[in-house]
Each structure stands twice: as structure tokens, then as C-alpha cells.
């Protein structure tokens, strides 16, 4: 199970010959995720490491099933092959750019809703199901399988409590990087719903920070609707308002954006919350997961 | 990137909004281009400014100079005034408020509008919300006059044709500069037509290179109008865009990802230290920009241990040990520098690092222990 990807999910690199693209796809590869195709305009016919590439998604997809695209196109035309994506019925799209400006954005995710796609990102490290599938750039010798499901905006934050949980020896069913905002597609309620509903997720740990309200949509969702249970660390609790930390979403405008408020909110919602990524080891035992 | 009020009104004076005749003042000598009465405007990008005394009247020119001299003194929540706007007052009915924005918990354009415009907007909005009258801009389709009809009807406007060539234009402006947010509050209805009292635009930075010349006029704009100095750190991180929040403790902080960049703030807090700085160098950062960054960060004289936390994603870990070592042959080691370092060819960094005499360790919470005690022993 996990969610969103595992062993079967066939995919498809967009701009796969990129410096990038290319270095990441070989590891993805190494690492057993199934690509079926590479698309980059004007490369179709030539190889990468034993994949075809492709000038159009429309002619990747014909013949062959492809289930979900990682993006690795650059901001200025993110949204021209975004489109391409999700008009060819892809259903699940990993936008790892940065920077996309924010109409393009909506534009994109408006295409997607409509089309009934899923957009994960952008500006995010993508998803792991760890020992099945990586769609994304995480230093993937930090996880392993496990019963933990992960929702984090920040890629290296995850790979920090990914890497903690490693070493104590507990393991992750699903590892998601929704994106360093301030437009996100798949949202952390969204996933929040996907692990509540994975038999193969026990816990889930919420990885927020500062800016914007989403955590609080999360602690709604939690205390309405989950039952198991939920530890949330949230970073930034030193961030000054207005100050942009790292992320275009980190940053604090109203008091819904501080980290105080999201993790009373949080904590309110019945969530545990952690002070650091070496709290969450203690707690997970605490629950007996 | 924020407009200042008159670079927001240009714009929309521009796309043929009406806006009050106005002069940017930043010394008492431009009022003689002021004819009186006049209204006064501090240009800072801030709101409340109405409530901080920077918007006054004023009736004839002899009084004039001396309250220029003392508004160009002042400070409006941090910001310096640097410049002021002398409007012509408009005679006012009824204000409106309207504001075109990006809805980031849908992810949908948003109108606004109310009947309540005016310097108490945000109470409005918190007390009496259903006097906010709202319409979503389905992207997939734009705006359509229904919509406007709609939001004029709600507001009991009389001239609709008026109201629904500034809504219009609004959208316009908000499409074709790529802008984030246009608010237009007040906006009169006075007896001869629509004008904008007051402006906030938001251009989406992201895009600026769809928009190169404005955004850099944008800028050169506001950058001549800054009087406070900068320090060399904050001089430095902008020459390189290099994202450094100066934070005023002494432990300097640079991390290749923004959420452990964060975290690693709040466990120095946590071990009672005080972090000097927030930088991150993004996914995408080789040698050369670690070398930079750590030149940006050990300018600040009040940085007395370096803490750099590394955790390799897309940053590969061998380049990142190449840049640390350059910068400490090509510098001084002025200030104790305690790494963290792991992930994507952390195997080939620990051991270059090493070499040249810098110890690297696993653990994040080993390195922000042994830097808060190191800052505690300086």
C-alpha cells in the first residue's frame, strides 16, 4: 500500500537530459522506481540509461501505461509542461521547481482539478515510499520502510526526522514534501486524509513551520476526522514576523503564521508536539507503534 | 516586492485609474510645486498609517516646511519616512473598499469589496464580516461581468458601467504585471466619479522577469529613496541574493534547506543560544555559493561561532566541503566553525574536510551544543 506511489507506479521524467533531471533519474533508478520515459522537446529518439526519450508526453503515453511525472523543468516553463502533463490523463504530477511565478500556479492546479490530477508541490523533493518507490531527490539512505507517514513543507526537514527515525530503527510507510509554498497543490490535510486511510500507516508526524494558515486547516482535519494519532513538529519558532526564512511560504504575516499559534492550534486538535526531530523517536514509543 | 504608494498609484493611473494630482516630496524645497490645501502621505510600505499620524492636513503653505522637516524625521513601525506625497484632498461621499488578491487556501483569485472602506478595514472585517463582500475569479474562465453586476448591486452603486471599468482594469493590471495583490483603499465616490485614495500593489517576484524594466525601475525607485544604511552582511546577501535575516545574537547560522535552517534556530534557542542570522542556500548550492555565504555571514563582527548545518539532498556534500575549505585558505579563521554534515556525498565531504583540519559531525544536536558552549566561553 503506502500512499500515493509504490513498486507498480510506472513513470515518466519530464526534462530528464537537464544536469539535474538526469543525474536524479539514474538514482531514482538505482533505487527501483520504475521509469517508463523521459520527455525533454527536441531529445526525442536518444537514450538515458536505458530510457526512451520522448520530444511530446502525448507520445510517451501511447502504448504504455504511465501513472504519475516528475518534473524537473525550470521555473520559466513549468506551466507550459505542467499543462502538457495533465492534459495527457497523467493523474499525479511532482513539480519540483522553484520559483514558478504564482498565476502560473493557479492556472496549473485550476487545470489539474479539473482534469482530476494531483499536483504535489511546487518546490518540493517529491515522495518516497521507502524499499518501493522514489519519485523525488531525497538522500534516501536516511529511510527505510515502516509504519510512520511523513508530511513535511520542507524537503530537508523531512530528511532530518526521516534520518532520526531511521537510526532508531523505525521506518516510514510514505515520505511526502508538499512544498515550500506560498501555493501548494496537495495540501497537508490532503495527505493527512491519504495516511488516516493507509493500513500501512500507524502514526503520522507533521512536519509544518512558519507562514501561512494550513497547519491550522490540519488541526481542524485532525480533530474532526483522525484517529490515529498525530505528532506535529513545527520550526520557525524564532523566525521575526515579516522576515522570509528560506521558503517563498515561511513567512509570518498575522498572527496565523506564527508557529505559537499553529502549534496551539495543533495542540488543541489533540496532536503531540514535538520540540525538535529527537523528540519524535520517544513519542512514537510512547504510542507503542 | 511592495510598492510604495506612488509607485502603486502610477500604475494604476497608468491603466487610466483615476488617483488624487499628487507630488513626491522628500525635502521641504519640492512644496513649492504644492498648491494648498494639501494632504501629506508618509511613503512607507506599511499599513496603519492613518493611525500613526503620517497622513495630515494641511491648510496653507506657512506651517508647511516644519511639519515636512518632522515627517521626514519620523519612523512608522521600523521604517524611516524618506519620502512624502503632497495630494490634492478630494471631496468624499461615500468609501469604498476593493482589492483583488490571490486566495491561498483555495488557490483562486479573489474580489473583494465593501461598502466600509476607509482606516478601519481590518475591524470590518472582524467584527462585521458579512459587510466584506466576496467573489471567487475562477482562473479557468476570468473575470465576467455578472460578477461585477453582482458586487455592484451589493453595494447599491449607481453608476455600474464606471464600477465595472475599474474592476476591469484592476483585473487587468493584476494579469498583466503579474501582481499578487491590488487594493485600492478608499476608493471615493465622490460627485465627478471614482478615484483611488489610496493604493497597496503586490508584483509577484517570481515573475519579475516577464516584467525585467519595471521591476527594475521598481527598485532603483525605492533604493534611492533608502537612507538607512545597511550592514555589509545585508549588503553582501543582497549583491549575491543570498536569503540572511540578521537576527542580533552572536551564533552564525547557515543550513542548505530552509526547514533544517529553521529547526536548527530553534534548538540553538532551545540550548539557550542566540542565533545572529537565518541563511539558506537553496537545493541548488555548489562551492562557490558556500563560499559566498560564508563570506556574507562572517562580515557581522558579532558573530562569534559558525554553525553550518548540512543535510545533502540536491546539495551534494563533496562541493559543499570544497567551498568550506576554499574560503578557510582564502581567509582568516576568524571564529570557531562547527559542522554538521550528511546526505548526498557526505562520504567524500567529512573526509576533505578532514583533511584540512575541520571536524564534521553527524549529530544536529551535538553541533548546536557545542556552539552555544563555545559562544557562552567567547
Given at each position: 500500500?503506502?500512499?500515493l506511489?509504490?513498486?507498480?507506479?510506472?513513470v515518466l521524467?519530464?526534462?530528464?537530459?537537464?544536469?539535474?533531471?538526469?543525474?536524479?533519474?539514474q538514482?531514482?533508478?538505482?533505487?527501483?522506481?520504475?521509469?517508463?520515459?523521459?520527455?525533454?522537446?527536441?531529445?526525442g529518439?536518444?537514450?538515458?540509461?536505458?530510457?526512451?526519450?520522448?520530444d511530446?508526453?502525448?507520445?510517451?503515453?501511447?502504448?504504455?501505461?504511465?501513472?504519475?511525472?516528475?518534473?524537473?523543468v525550470?521555473?520559466?516553463?513549468?506551466?507550459?509542461?505542467?499543462?502538457?502533463?495533465?492534459?495527457?490523463?497523467i493523474?499525479?504530477l511532482v513539480?519540483?521547481?522553484?520559483?514558478?511565478?504564482?498565476?502560473?500556479?493557479l492556472?496549473?492546479?485550476?487545470?489539474?482539478?479539473?482534469?482530476?490530477?494531483?499536483?504535489?508541490?511546487?518546490?518540493?523533493?517529491?515522495?518516497?515510499?521507502?524499499?518501493?518507490?522514489k519519485?523525488?531527490?531525497?538522500?534516501?539512505?536516511?529511510f527505510m520502510?515502516?509504519?510512520?507517514?511523513i508530511?513535511s513543507?520542507?524537503?530537508?526537514l523531512?530528511y532530518e526526522?526521516g534520518?532520526?527515525?531511521?537510526?532508531?530503527g523505525?521506518?516510514?510507510?510514505?515520505?511526502?514534501g508538499?512544498g515550500?509554498?506560498?501555493?501548494?497543490?496537495?495540501?497537508?490535510?490532503?495527505?493527512?486524509?491519504?495516511?488516516?486511510?493507509?493500513?500501512?500507516t500507524?502514526?503520522?508526524?507533521?512536519?509544518?513551520e512558519?507562514?501561512g494558515?494550513?497547519?491550522h486547516?490540519?488541526?481542524?482535519?485532525?480533530?474532526?476526522?483522525?484517529?490515529?494519532?498525530?505528532?506535529?513538529?513545527?520550526?520557525?519558532?524564532?523566525?521575526?514576523?515579516?522576515?522570509?526564512?528560506g521558503?517563498?511560504g515561511?513567512?509570518?504575516?498575522?498572527?496565523?503564521?506564527?508557529?505559537?499559534s499553529?502549534i496551539?492550534?495543533?495542540?488543541?486538535?489533540?496532536?503531540?508536539?514535538a520540540?525538535?526531530?529527537?523528540?519524535i523517536?520517544?513519542?512514537?514509543k510512547?504510542?507503542?507503534? | 516586492?511592495?510598492?510604495?504608494?506612488?509607485?502603486a498609484?502610477?500604475?494604476l493611473?497608468?491603466?487610466?485609474?483615476?488617483?488624487?494630482?499628487?507630488?513626491l516630496?522628500t525635502s521641504?524645497?519640492?512644496?513649492?510645486?504644492?498648491?494648498?490645501?494639501t494632504?501629506?502621505?508618509?511613503?512607507?510600505?506599511?499599513?496603519?498609517r492613518?493611525?500613526?499620524g503620517?497622513i495630515?492636513?494641511l491648510?496653507?503653505?506657512?506651517?508647511?516646511s516644519?511639519?515636512?522637516?518632522?515627517?521626514?524625521?519620523?519612523?512608522?513601525?521600523?521604517?524611516?519616512v524618506?519620502?512624502?506625497?503632497?495630494?490634492?484632498?478630494?471631496?468624499?461621499?461615500?468609501?469604498?473598499?476593493?482589492?483583488?488578491?490571490?486566495?491561498?487556501?483555495v488557490?483562486?483569485?479573489?474580489?473583494m469589496?465593501?461598502?466600509?472602506?476607509?482606516?478601519?478595514i481590518?475591524e470590518v472585517?472582524?467584527?462585521?464580516?458579512?459587510?466584506?463582500?466576496?467573489?471567487?475569479?475562477d482562473?479557468?474562465?476570468?473575470?465576467?461581468?455578472?460578477?461585477?453586476?453582482?458586487?455592484?448591486k451589493?453595494?447599491?452603486?449607481?453608476?455600474?458601467?464606471a464600477?465595472?471599468?475599474?474592476?476591469?482594469?484592476?483585473?487587468?493590471?493584476?494579469?498583466?504585471?503579474?501582481?499578487?495583490?491590488?487594493?485600492?483603499?478608499?476608493?471615493?465616490l465622490p460627485?465627478?466619479?471614482?478615484?483611488a485614495?489610496d493604493?497597496?500593489?503586490l508584483?509577484?517576484?517570481?515573475?519579475?522577469?516577464?516584467?525585467?524594466?519595471?521591476?527594475?525601475?521598481l527598485?532603483?525607485?525605492q533604493k534611492?529613496?533608502e537612507?538607512?544604511?545597511?550592514s555589509?552582511?545585508?549588503?553582501l546577501s543582497?549583491?549575491?541574493?543570498?536569503?540572511?535575516?540578521?537576527l542580533?545574537?552572536?551564533?552564525?547560522?547557515?543550513?542548505?534547506?530552509?526547514g533544517?535552517?529553521m529547526i536548527?534556530?530553534?534548538?540553538?534557542?532551545?540550548?539557550?543560544?542566540?542565533?545572529?542570522?537565518?541563511?539558506?542556500?537553496?537545493?541548488?548550492?555548489?562551492?562557490?555559493n558556500?563560499?559566498?555565504?560564508?563570506?556574507?555571514?562572517l562580515s557581522?563582527?558579532h558573530?562569534?561561532v559558525?554553525?553550518?548545518?548540512?543535510?545533502?539532498?540536491?546539495?551534494?556534500m563533496?562541493?559543499?566541503?570544497?567551498?568550506?575549505?576554499?574560503?578557510?585558505?582564502d581567509?582568516?579563521?576568524s571564529?570557531?566553525?562547527?559542522?554538521?554534515?550528511?546526505?548526498t556525498?557526505?562520504?567524500a565531504g567529512?573526509?576533505?574536510?578532514?583533511?584540512?583540519g575541520?571536524?564534521?559531525?553527524?549529530?544536529?544536536?551535538t553541533?548546536?551544543?557545542?556552539?552555544?558552549?563555545?559562544?557562552?566561553e567567547?
Amino acid at each position: 500500500m503506502a500512499i500515493l506511489i509504490d513498486e507498480n507506479t510506472r513513470v515518466l521524467v519530464q526534462g530528464a537530459t537537464g544536469s539535474v533531471g538526469s543525474f536524479q533519474t539514474q538514482i531514482m533508478q538505482e533505487y527501483g522506481t520504475k521509469i517508463v520515459a523521459g520527455v525533454t522537446p527536441g531529445k526525442g529518439g536518444r537514450k538515458l540509461h536505458g530510457i526512451l526519450i520522448y520530444d511530446l508526453v502525448e507520445e510517451a503515453v501511447q502504448g504504455q501505461q504511465v501513472d504519475a511525472v516528475i518534473s524537473f523543468v525550470p521555473a520559466r516553463f513549468a506551466k507550459d509542461a505542467a499543462i502538457e502533463v495533465i492534459g495527457s490523463g497523467i493523474r499525479l504530477l511532482v513539480l519540483t521547481a522553484e520559483g514558478i511565478p504564482e498565476q502560473d500556479v493557479l492556472i496549473v492546479l485550476r487545470y489539474a482539478a479539473i482534469k482530476g490530477a494531483t499536483v504535489l508541490g511546487p518546490d518540493t523533493p517529491g515522495v518516497i515510499s521507502p524499499g518501493k518507490c522514489k519519485l523525488g531527490v531525497h538522500p534516501h539512505t536516511m529511510f527505510m520502510g515502516g509504519p510512520v507517514g511523513i508530511v513535511s513543507k520542507s524537503g530537508s526537514l523531512s530528511y532530518e526526522v526521516g534520518r532520526v527515525l531511521t537510526k532508531n530503527g523505525v521506518g516510514q510507510s510514505t515520505v511526502v514534501g508538499i512544498g515550500g509554498g506560498p501555493i501548494w497543490g496537495l495540501s497537508q490535510e490532503a495527505v493527512l486524509e491519504m495516511f488516516e486511510k493507509d493500513p500501512e500507516t500507524e502514526v503520522i508526524v507533521l512536519l509544518g513551520e512558519v507562514g501561512g494558515r494550513q497547519e491550522h486547516d490540519a488541526a481542524r482535519f485532525i480533530s474532526q476526522y483522525m484517529n490515529k494519532p498525530v505528532i506535529a513538529l513545527i520550526v520557525g519558532r524564532t523566525a521575526p514576523e515579516g522576515a522570509q526564512m528560506g521558503h517563498a511560504g515561511a513567512i509570518i504575516e498575522g498572527e496565523e503564521g506564527t508557529a505559537a499559534s499553529k502549534i496551539a492550534a495543533l495542540e488543541k486538535a489533540g496532536a503531540m508536539i514535538a520540540k525538535s526531530s529527537l523528540d519524535i523517536p520517544e513519542l512514537i514509543k510512547k504510542i507503542g507503534a | 516586492m511592495r510598492l510604495l504608494e506612488f509607485q502603486a498609484k502610477r500604475l494604476l493611473a497608468e491603466k487610466g485609474i483615476s488617483v488624487p494630482k499628487g507630488v513626491l516630496i522628500t525635502s521641504p524645497e519640492d512644496l513649492q510645486r504644492v498648491s494648498f490645501p494639501t494632504v501629506l502621505k508618509a511613503q512607507v510600505p506599511v499599513g496603519g498609517r492613518g493611525k500613526a499620524g503620517v497622513i495630515k492636513r494641511l491648510e496653507q503653505a506657512e506651517e508647511a516646511s516644519s511639519v515636512v522637516y518632522e515627517m521626514l524625521a519620523s519612523t512608522v513601525k521600523g521604517h524611516p519616512v524618506e519620502a512624502l506625497m503632497a495630494e490634492e484632498p478630494v471631496e468624499v461621499c461615500t468609501q469604498l473598499y476593493v482589492a483583488y488578491l490571490i486566495d491561498k487556501q483555495v488557490n483562486m483569485p479573489l474580489l473583494m469589496v465593501s461598502s466600509a472602506g476607509g482606516i478601519d478595514i481590518e475591524e470590518v472585517a472582524k467584527r462585521t464580516p458579512e459587510r466584506i463582500i466576496k467573489k471567487y475569479i475562477d482562473p479557468a474562465v476570468g473575470v465576467q461581468d455578472y460578477a461585477i453586476r453582482s458586487l455592484a448591486k451589493a453595494l447599491e452603486i449607481k453608476d455600474v458601467r464606471a464600477f465595472a471599468d475599474l474592476i476591469l482594469k484592476i483585473c487587468a493590471i493584476f494579469q498583466e504585471k503579474d501582481a499578487t495583490l491590488i487594493e485600492i483603499n478608499p476608493l471615493a465616490l465622490p460627485p465627478n466619479g471614482q478615484v483611488a485614495l489610496d493604493a497597496k500593489i503586490l508584483l509577484d517576484d517570481k515573475a519579475a522577469y516577464r516584467h525585467q524594466e519595471l521591476f527594475d525601475d521598481l527598485e532603483a525607485e525605492q533604493k534611492q529613496l533608502e537612507r538607512r544604511t545597511k550592514s555589509r552582511a545585508e549588503e553582501l546577501s543582497e549583491k549575491g541574493q543570498i536569503n540572511y535575516v540578521p537576527l542580533g545574537g552572536d551564533i552564525g547560522m547557515i543550513a542548505d534547506g530552509a526547514g533544517t535552517g529553521m529547526i536548527t534556530l530553534d534548538m540553538i534557542h532551545d540550548a539557550g543560544g542566540k542565533p545572529a542570522n537565518f541563511c539558506e542556500m537553496g537545493g541548488m548550492a555548489n562551492a562557490e555559493n558556500m563560499q559566498r555565504t560564508m563570506e556574507v555571514v562572517l562580515s557581522n563582527d558579532h558573530v562569534k561561532v559558525l554553525i553550518i548545518s548540512l543535510i545533502g539532498g540536491l546539495t551534494r556534500m563533496d562541493e559543499m566541503a570544497e567551498g568550506i575549505v576554499q574560503y578557510l585558505k582564502d581567509n582568516d579563521q576568524s571564529v570557531p566553525i562547527v559542522i554538521r554534515m550528511c546526505g548526498t556525498k557526505s562520504e567524500a565531504g567529512i573526509p576533505m574536510l578532514r583533511e584540512s583540519g575541520v571536524d564534521a559531525y553527524e549529530d544536529l544536536a551535538t553541533i548546536v551544543q557545542i556552539a552555544v558552549e563555545k559562544a557562552k566561553e567567547l
